[in-house]
């Protein structure tokens, strides 16, 4: 489930070099050189999130801002500008702008920025159930670990999810077998070890945070490390 970032940019190199970082993050990048490219890519691709340099060729990245969100675009936006006044950033951020980033940047700031607007944006996303850095859409039936997409069997997909509806709660295996297996596999206890440990490698294949856990003699929860 790699998200999508649309950067228009008209410095080129500045812009390669903003592309090749995120890509490195493993998110999946669009550049345009400048304004009216930008805003017809933002339109017709739908990317999950905006990078704007303020001053474009032909439409600026205020204009973009505007026009998008008078047409209900509730894409976020991050805009990038030299223009460091307060009355600048009162002004993007009234264009619709979600966040700022003054030119110089570190990339660390600009690549914290981008996390933590797209978060906050599945978090609020109905379709999504989220724990830590775990994600389940509902509706796409893709799962990802951070920016790394999870392919799940069907079971598999719906006993994470079941265990995402019920975060930090213990769920017996009577409960688990009854809801996935039946009353007939009540007393075969082992078959939910076996998706639980699939599950598992699955999730800690590129992160060993573990979030799936045993309580023993009782069943499973879905919690933080400790």
Same mark, same amino acid.
């Given at each position: 489930? @790699?998200?999508? !970032?649309?950067?228009?940019?008209?410095?080129?190199?500045? %812009?390669? *070099?903003?592309? #090749?970082?995120?890509?490195?993050?493993?998110?999946?990048?669009?550049?345009?050189? $400048?304004?009216?490219?930008?805003?017809?890519?933002?339109?017709?691709?739908?990317?999950?999130?905006?990078?704007?340099?303020?001053?474009?060729?032909?439409? #600026?990245?205020?204009?973009? &801002?505007?026009?998008?969100? @008078?047409?209900?675009?509730?894409?976020?936006? !991050?805009?990038?500008?030299? +223009?460091?006044?307060?009355?600048?950033?009162?002004?993007?951020?009234?264009?619709?702008?979600?966040?700022?980033?003054? +030119?110089?940047?570190?990339?660390? =700031?600009?690549?914290?920025?981008?996390?933590?607007?797209?978060?906050?944006?599945?978090?609020?996303?109905?379709?999504?159930?989220?724990?830590?850095?775990?994600?389940?859409?509902?509706?796409?039936?893709?799962? &990802?670990?951070? $920016?790394?997409?999870?392919?799940?069997?069907?079971? =598999? *997909?719906?006993?994470?999810?079941?265990?995402?509806?019920?975060?930090?709660?213990?769920?017996? $295996?009577?409960?688990?077998?009854?809801? *996935?297996?039946? &009353?007939?596999?009540?007393?075969? #206890?082992?078959? !939910? =070890?076996?998706?639980?440990? %699939?599950?598992?490698? +699955?999730?800690?294949?590129?992160? #060993? +945070?573990?979030?799936?856990?045993?309580?023993?003699?009782?069943?499973?929860?879905?919690?933080?490390?400790?």
């Amino acid at each position: 489930m @790699s998200d999508r !970032i649309l950067l228009v940019e008209d410095d080129p190199k500045l %812009a390669k *070099f903003i592309e #090749s970082e995120l890509t490195l993050e493993r998110y999946h990048v669009t550049v345009a050189p $400048n304004g009216l490219d930008g805003l017809t890519i933002a339109r017709d691709a739908q990317p999950h999130l905006l990078i704007l340099d303020w001053m474009l060729p032909g439409i #600026s990245g205020l204009d973009i &801002c505007l026009r998008l969100r @008078s047409t209900g675009v509730q894409v976020p936006i !991050i805009m990038l500008t030299a +223009k460091d006044e307060v009355p600048d950033r009162v002004t993007g951020l009234n264009a619709g702008a979600d966040d700022y980033v003054t +030119k110089p940047f570190s990339m660390e =700031e600009l690549l914290a920025r981008v996390k933590a607007r797209l978060h906050r944006t599945q978090a609020n996303d109905p379709d999504n159930l989220q724990f830590e850095d775990l994600v389940l859409n509902g509706l796409t039936h893709e799962v &990802c670990r951070g $920016n790394q997409l999870i392919e799940l069997t069907a079971k =598999e *997909f719906n006993l994470l999810e079941f265990m995402l509806q019920n975060p930090r709660q213990v769920i017996t $295996n009577d409960r688990i077998l009854a809801k *996935f297996w039946g &009353c007939d596999f009540i007393s075969e #206890s082992k078959i !939910i =070890e076996v998706y639980i440990r %699939a599950l598992r490698i +699955k999730l800690e294949a590129s992160n #060993s +945070k573990r979030l799936l856990h045993t309580v023993r003699g009782f069943g499973y929860v879905l919690r933080e490390q400790r």
